[in-house]
């Protein structure tokens, strides 16, 4: 691609930001993240106390991008046919029919996906890594592009279980929304006085554009050097003495794929060493399992991958 490509990527990011941002203020950095997930084909999970706008941060996004919606509460009495869809007799036919579930949508928000039981989280292993559902020895493809937004509540633990190390890391990325500010929460306050914002919200791309800007990010640029600074990163967290297991090849593939996805965005063919550090805290945080000595001192996954990028050496 040329650079004029990307610089059209850039723009047209840049009005789906916008637009976004009329519901969800004050929150830019955390709507790059999101569509830098989406460029890269990734899923998202947003781990935060209830109230702050994860359930209408994804809602915004799919209409923005113009994909079809479906949301799925989770709770511990949800099955996994609930999720994936079952077979149905049909007495006319005779026959077994496939009914699907609300996963056949391209963009799927999954609330309060700790509610359910880890059989019914296990559901969605299939759908995120393959993007397809078997019921029945029959595989049934789900729609492209397909996408999904988890969200928890990191602070109620009552009637809630634990996401199992598997389904963490098949999450390119997870992220905290955050209280807003004084100001946007003034902002947020007068949006609100008549309707919610989000009826506005214009479709800015077709979800097959979103195909195109996914192919697109696959020409940027990753010097050796840069992707070596990767490989270190992620190598640093399997012989961190604070760490017991570390982040898989997975993990530096999504970082290498969501560098990518974010110098498209900021309009550049190569990946910089910033656009790495800017991603690591995300993508490689929740993938790393600390020692039990490690916890009580109430040292977090974050902070770790802070302290190896500050010891990792920075290519020129």
């Known amino acids: 691609m040329t650079a004029t490509d990307f610089k059209e990527i850039e723009r047209?990011?840049?009005?789906?930001?916008?637009?976004?941002?009329?519901?969800?203020?004050?929150?830019?950095?955390?709507?790059?993240?999101?569509?830098?997930s989406i460029l890269s084909n990734g899923h998202v999970l947003i781990d935060d106390v209830p109230g702050v706008g994860k359930t209408t941060l994804a809602k915004s996004l799919a209409?923005?991008?113009?994909?079809?919606?479906?949301?799925v509460q989770f709770t511990p009495d949800l099955l996994p046919s609930d999720v994936t869809g079952t077979s149905v007799f049909n007495q006319k036919t005779a026959e077994f029919e496939f009914r699907s579930g609300p996963i056949?949508?391209?963009?799927?928000?999954?609330?309060e996906i700790n509610r359910a039981t880890p059989k019914t989280q296990s559901s969605l292993l299939e759908c995120m890594e393959e993007r397809q559902v078997t019921v029945d020895g029959i595989t049934h493809y789900l729609p492209s592009p397909f996408f999904v937004i988890a969200t928890e509540n990191s602070v109620e633990y009552h009637g809630t279980y634990p996401l199992p190390e598997a389904q963490l890391d098949r999450f390119m990325m997870r992220i905290s929304v955050g209280y807003p500010d004084h100001?946007?929460?003034?902002?947020?306050?007068?949006?609100?006085?008549?309707?919610h914002p989000i009826v506005n919200i214009k479709t800015v791309l077709e979800s097959p554009k979103i195909a195109e800007l996914q192919r697109g990010v696959t020409g940027v640029y990753l010097e050796p050097s840069v992707r070596d600074y990767i490989v270190e990163i992620v190598a640093a967290t399997r012989?961190?003495?604070?760490?017991?297991?570390?982040?898989?090849?997975?993990?530096?593939?999504?970082?290498?794929?969501a560098a990518r996805s974010l110098a498209a965005i900021s309009g550049r063919d190569y990946v910089m060493p910033d656009d790495v550090k800017?991603?690591?805290a995300p993508i490689l945080a929740h993938r790393l399992i600390l020692r039990p000595e490690t916890r009580s001192h109430n040292v977090t996954q974050t902070e770790v991958v802070e302290?190896?990028?500050?010891?990792?050496?920075?290519p020129c």
């Open 239 to 257: 012989s961190h003495p604070m760490v017991l297991l570390g982040a898989s090849p997975r993990g530096s593939l999504n970082l290498s794929h």
């Open 12 to 36: 047209t990011i840049d009005q789906v930001m916008d637009e976004v941002e009329t519901v969800i203020i004050g929150k830019r950095d955390i709507i790059k993240l999101v569509l830098t």
């Open 183 to 195: 100001k946007q929460e003034s902002q947020i306050l007068d949006s609100q006085t008549v309707e």
């Open 104 to 111: 056949f949508a391209q963009f799927v928000l999954a609330d």
């Open 307 to 314: 302290e190896m990028l500050s010891a990792a050496a920075v």
């Open 278 to 280: 800017a991603l690591a």
């Open 63 to 71: 209409k923005a991008l113009g994909c079809s919606f479906k949301r």
